[in-house]
C-alpha cells in the first residue's frame, strides 16, 4: 500500500515566515508533486520533481521553492508566508509515465495552512 | 491546450438515487483518464482510470465511467448513492507525468 504522508495536518504561520512543509512516500516513486488547492480553482500544480534534485515548475511556482535531497522526501518552502498562501497544500507521488506507460498519482493527506 | 472541465460546481441527490458527474476533456492525444474523491479533510484518492481497450470502466465503491472519445467525456456514474459518497470528485487528464485536474464538483446526499 502506497503511503504518502506529510508533516502536519493543520499549520498557522505570521506573515513574512519562512515555512517548510515536509512531504514523505514509501513506494520508492521518481515523481513527486506538491499542489495547491482552493475552493472553486481545484488542484493547480506548484512544482513538480522527477529525480533526486531535479525540479520543473508547475502552473504557480511564484512564491515557493523546493527541495528534494533524497528520492522519499519532496519539501515545499514558503520563503516568506503572505496571508494569499493561506490555503491546503497536497503532496503526491508516482512512477515515470513511461514504466507502464500511465501515471496514477498517490496523494498524501493534506496540509491546511493559514497564514495571519 | 490541455484542460478539464466539470460543468456542475455542486449536485445533491437524495440516498439511494442514481448519480451522474460529467466531465469534458480536451486532450490532442489518447487520453489517460482519472476520477479521484476527496472525503472532507481528506487527501485524494483514486476511483478509477481508463488508459485504453473497454470504454466502460469500473472502480471502487460501486462506481463506474465510461469514455466517449466523440463527445470528449469521461462521466462518472453510480446507480445508487450512499450518505457515505458525500465529497468533492475530481477529473483529471493524463500529460506524461503530469495530471490536469478540473475544479471539481461537490456531491451532497440527502437521507
Known amino acids: 500500500d502506497v503511503k504518502v504522508t506529510q508533516s502536519s495536518r493543520y499549520l498557522v504561520k505570521r506573515t513574512g515566515e519562512k515555512v517548510f512543509l515536509e512531504c514523505v512516500q514509501d513506494?520508492?516513486?521518481?515523481?513527486m508533486f506538491w499542489y495547491r488547492q482552493d475552493p472553486g480553482l481545484g488542484l493547480r500544480l506548484i512544482y513538480f520533481?522527477?529525480?533526486?534534485?531535479?525540479?520543473e515548475k508547475g502552473d504557480i511556482p511564484e512564491g515557493y521553492s523546493v527541495s528534494r535531497e533524497k528520492k522519499e522526501r519532496f519539501s515545499l518552502i514558503l520563503e516568506s508566508a503572505s496571508t494569499n498562501q493561506t490555503s491546503m497544500y497536497l503532496c503526491?507521488?508516482?512512477?515515470?509515465?513511461?514504466?507502464?506507460?500511465?501515471?496514477?498519482?498517490?496523494f498524501g493527506p493534506g496540509t491546511r495552512l493559514t497564514v495571519l | 491546450a490541455q484542460s478539464v472541465t466539470q460543468p456542475d460546481i455542486h449536485i445533491t441527490v437524495s440516498e439511494g438515487a442514481s448519480l451522474e458527474l460529467r466531465c469534458n476533456y480536451s486532450?490532442?492525444?489518447?487520453?489517460?483518464l482519472f476520477w479521484y474523491v476527496q472525503s472532507p479533510g481528506q487527501g485524494l484518492q483514486l476511483l478509477l482510470k481508463?488508459?485504453?481497450?473497454?470504454?466502460l470502466v469500473q472502480g471502487i465503491k460501486g462506481f463506474e465511467a465510461e469514455f466517449k472519445r466523440s463527445q470528449s467525456s469521461f462521466n462518472l456514474r453510480k446507480p445508487s448513492v450512499h450518505w457515505s459518497d458525500a465529497a468533492e470528485y475530481f477529473c483529471?487528464?493524463?500529460?506524461?507525468?503530469?495530471?490536469?485536474f478540473g475544479t471539481g464538483t461537490r456531491l451532497q446526499v440527502f437521507p
Open positions: 483529471a487528464v493524463g500529460n506524461t507525468d503530469k495530471l490536469i
Open positions: 513506494m520508492d516513486h521518481e515523481n
Open positions: 503526491a507521488s508516482s512512477s515515470p509515465s513511461g514504466v507502464r506507460g500511465y501515471n496514477e498519482q498517490f
Open positions: 486532450y490532442g492525444a489518447t487520453p489517460y
Open positions: 520533481s522527477y529525480d533526486v534534485k531535479m525540479k
Open positions: 481508463y488508459f485504453s481497450g473497454d470504454t
